[in-house]
């Protein structure tokens, strides 16, 4: 969103007032014009590589978002069959779709394989199984759990000993009897280290446990180091710095590449990355208190919408779009769900009057994923400004929504 010369908010030039009124309020928007600026800063930092982006689309599954992804070139990694499902439907084939379970029934990795997916083995169990099932008629690539703790908040990490993701590289010996029982094909070693890490350290220290653990394994086609890069989320925040991440990586990269005697694809599945800045949440202040203790603004949204502070006390810069220039002063911005969900305590914002439109940022990845119906409320719609075009591109739901799965 920027601000204009006239202090006005917009994103492409359309102001949010104006897609409340069109739309209605709370509203998730979207700017695929911000989605492609990230997926090209990606695509150029890896310019030196043969690097391929697997778009983790649990992040925001909108088939619009998908659609634009297939666009300019982004495949989908998946975590569940109705992730596959929309995949195919934005009109991905299967074999563009990487699916990654994590501890899944093995029926749904079976559907996935048949479906012409690629299969990131999770567990031995499963190695076991895809051995008994596909010999080595199917290739997969096999998650590794490196034991390394990065990106500070202990929710969000996957890669430490002791994740739920992945098989631990402690137990390659096992790996290796497994793939040697079934002739397996594994063509790619895969981790996933977690959420919000800004070095390029991190993706090193596990790039070089994937380089060394790949010496086992001859028919090695893919090294996948997952997601995680962070992004802003205020203003002067420090973020990844995409060119020198993409430099060192490279480098190390082409000389694993050079050791192991074959120029290898390296993939990467951010999900945050591509899409979190791309979207807003819009909600209307719905009633201002000013108590005592405290200033509370009421917004027409809660936790059923946006999770994020709740869950992980993730931050959402705020702006009041009604009111850029006011005068600052200190609120607790609030949910209406009856349940504590605070969205920002002691947050400055410019006064903030009934009917006011606050925006909050950083809205595009795991916002509407993560929404639900509670309390009854109605999920919101979503919205997509492309071309300076905005675009409905899921309706707002409805009681009949609520009612479709009851008897
Ligand atoms: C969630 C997830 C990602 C994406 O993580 P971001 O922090 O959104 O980049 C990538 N790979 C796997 C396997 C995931 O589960």
Not at 288 to 306: C, M, Q, T, W, Y
């Amino acid at each position: 969103m920027q601000l204009s010369e006239q202090n006005k908010y917009t994103i492409q030039g359309i102001e949010p007032a104006e897609l409340v009124e069109k739309f209605g309020s709370p509203l998730y928007v979207y700017d695929g014009g911000t989605i492609r600026r990230k997926v090209n800063e990606l695509k150029h930092a890896f310019s030196g590589v043969n690097m391929k982006i697997k778009y983790a689309c649990k992040a925001n599954t909108n088939l619009a978002v998908l659609r634009l992804m297939r666009e300019i070139g982004v495949e989908l990694d998946v975590v569940s069959p109705g992730e596959f499902e929309m995949g195919k439907l934005a009109g991905y084939a299967g074999n563009q779709i990487t699916f990654t379970p994590s501890g899944v029934p093995f029926a749904e990795v079976q559907a996935a394989v048949e479906a012409g997916a690629i299969v990131n083995v999770d567990s031995i169990p499963l190695l076991e199984w895809f051995g008994q099932t596909y010999g080595n008629t199917k290739p997969c690539l096999i998650r590794i759990k490196p034991n390394v703790a990065a990106g500070g908040n202990i929710k969000i990490m996957t890669a430490h000993a002791d994740s739920k993701f992945g098989i631990s590289v402690l137990l390659i010996d096992q790996i290796l009897a497994v793939v040697k029982k079934y002739d397996l094909k594994i063509i790619g070693l895969h981790q996933h280290t977690g959420s919000d890490i800004k070095d390029a350290e991190p993706f090193l220290q596990v790039a070089d446990i994937l380089f060394a653990t790949a010496k086992h394994f001859p028919d090695l086609e893919i090294i996948d180091l997952g997601g995680g890069f962070k992004v802003s989320y205020q203003p002067g925040d420090a973020v990844t710095d995409m060119e020198l991440l993409g430099n060192k990586i490279s480098e190390r990269f082409k000389n694993f590449c050079d050791e192991y005697g074959r120029e290898l694809q390296l993939w990467f599945e951010p999900g945050k990355f591509l899409v979190s800045e791309s979207g807003y949440l819009l909600t209307t202040s719905t009633v201002v208190k000013e108590d005592p203790a405290r200033n509370f603004v009421h917004i027409d949204s809660g936790l059923n919408h946006l999770i994020r502070p709740m869950m992980y006390g993730s931050y959402h810069h705020i702006l009041n779009t009604s009111n850029p220039a006011g005068e600052e002063k200190l609120y607790n911005v609030v949910g209406y769900i009856c349940e504590t969900d605070t969205f920002a305590t002691d947050r400055k914002l410019p006064e903030v009057s009934q009917g006011d439109i606050l925006a909050f940022l950083n809205a595009g990845a795991y916002g509407f994923t993560m929404s639900s119906n509670y309390n009854a409320r109605f999920r919101p719609a979503e919205v997509l400004v492309d071309h300076e075009e905005a675009k409905l591109v899921r309706r707002r739901e409805t009681l009949e929504d609520l009612l479709r799965t009851q008897m």
